[in-house]
């Protein structure tokens, strides 16, 4: 079977009529934001784009990801795997007053003239990581340590607060 590759840019000319699809798998380790997050650095992710024109002309490019995202989980700080799976679609503009003159309903992504495809598919992993990575529910505990166990012994005033309670029973 052979491995589908996504191009490196998008030129304008794949914005035409009609519309181009480009299919294949990034690594997520080559994407530089996202690579110091990975809790191990190596999985994939799978992505379809589509470019082409709106009804007013403008370039589109209309997407979908899937990837499972090696984190390390806050709460016990193992490795576990975020599921990534979403479909999007942006508006190219070439600078951010134009991104901004759109309708609301209508997500501007700033690019020169080509667009770099990994750079679009790195975004929009980004968005969909949790702000607080962590396991669901009952998946994960807290680390196996002695944190907070022995707290009052190693008060400097748990000494003291042994005087206290005698002198206050007297």
Do not use: K
């Not at 080559?30 to 009804?55: C, F, H, K, N, Y």
């Not at 003159?101 to 992504?109: Q, R, T």
């Amino acid at each position: 079977m052979q491995a589908l590759m996504l191009p490196d840019a998008l030129a304008p000319d794949d914005f035409g009529a009609p519309s181009r699809a480009h299919e294949g798998t990034l690594a997520l380790p080559t994407m530089p934001r996202l690579s110091p997050l990975l809790a191990t650095q190596e999985g994939q992710v799978w992505a379809r784009l589509e470019g082409g024109l709106d009804e007013a002309g403008r370039r589109v490019l209309e997407g979908r990801i899937e990837a499972s995202v090696p984190l390390t989980c806050q709460r016990c700080l193992g490795v576990y795997h975020h599921q990534v799976a979403g479909a999007f679609r942006v508006v190219i503009v070439a600078t951010e007053e134009e991104g901004e003159a759109l309708p609301d309903e209508l997500e501007p992504y700033v690019s020169g003239a080509a667009v770099r495809p990994l750079q679009v598919i790195e975004e929009e992993i980004l968005l969909a990581l949790p702000v607080v990575a962590r396991h669901s529910g009952n998946d994960c505990g807290a680390p196996e340590h002695g944190a907070g166990v022995e707290r009052e012994a190693l008060s400097p005033f748990a000494s003291l607060q042994g005087r206290v309670r005698r002198q206050a029973d007297d």
